[in-house]
């Protein structure tokens, strides 16, 4: 068992939660009574997430996506106190890293999904809302690009969308998991970059990387958020000696 004060500290120091501008109100935003004995991590703040946690007794969640954005508990009605009903009734604390989650060096998403990748020469990439959030670096060796969406299709686990438009043969990758801004993967045309690795495509994207000659892969939002939450829950294992585990609500999209 670990105090809840003791985690919470520990997370906001090893993700660095003052270094972010975030629309997410990042680090603890539902409290408990103060005693962890097991944490379920999960990508997304929904009720579905909730329940399945507290089925398998853990007495704290970690989100990626938490409930606090903005004004969004201005008002706590509906859906809202539905779901902030089912933590206080079950003793369940909430945590959040968004932002800070997606840019760690070590147990980001990015930085998880670059090593899975198997890239090398790592370097931040993704300016977003005033900082670097994703990596970019090369591959051992140049290598067919079919062959490397197959690579991304078995490391996310999922189908992929692709935009073919680059070389056939591509060594140099840029991730920035989550949504595909158009400012990310314009930074990667400019850069000359062979492959864009994100989540979930939007229509301009489709434009930059035709006009950048660039190939982009789009596996998920999903799919590309996973990587980091799971590895805080090995980082707070090793740590703390905690019970944790990953509860995949087996969207895929």
């Known amino acids: 068992m670990k105090s809840l004060g003791t985690i919470v500290s520990f997370?906001?120091?090893?993700?660095?939660?003052?270094?972010?501008?975030?629309?997410?109100?990042n680090g603890l935003q539902v409290e408990n009574s103060g005693k962890i004995f097991k944490v379920a991590v999960g990508v997304d703040a929904s009720l579905a997430f909730f329940e399945e946690a507290a089925r398998r007794k853990a007495q704290m969640v970690i989100c990626h996506h938490g409930l606090s954005w903005g004004d969004s508990l201005k008002r706590i009605s509906g859906l809202n106190y539905r779901r902030l009903k089912f933590l206080l009734d079950h003793d369940?604390?909430?945590?959040?890293?968004?932002?800070?989650?997606?840019?760690?060096?070590?147990?980001?998403?990015?930085?998880?999904?670059?090593?899975?990748?198997?890239?090398?020469?790592?370097?931040?990439?993704g300016l977003y809302h005033g900082r670097l959030i994703g990596f970019c670096g090369s591959l051992p060796e140049a290598m067919p690009y079919a062959a490397f969406k197959s690579r991304v299709q078995r490391v996310m686990g999922n189908t992929v969308a692709t935009m073919d438009f680059g070389k056939r043969k591509v060594r140099t990758v840029a991730i920035v998991s989550g949504g595909a801004d158009a400012e990310q993967i314009d930074e990667a045309g400019q850069k000359g970059i062979d492959v864009y690795v994100s989540g979930e495509p939007r229509l301009v994207a489709y434009h930059l990387a035709q006009e950048h000659r660039i190939n982009a892969i789009f596996s998920g939002h999903y799919a590309t958020e996973v990587f980091g939450v799971k590895a805080l829950a090995r980082r707070l294992s090793s740590r703390f000696g905690l019970k944790t585990e990953f509860i995949d609500m087996g969207i895929r999209f």
């Open 11 to 25: 997370l906001d120091r090893e993700l660095d939660l003052r270094a972010f501008t975030d629309e997410s109100h």
């Open 92 to 125: 369940m604390a909430l945590y959040a890293c968004h932002l800070p989650l997606d840019a760690h060096p070590r147990l980001g998403n990015n930085a998880q999904i670059a090593k899975a990748l198997g890239l090398r020469q790592l370097k931040p990439f």
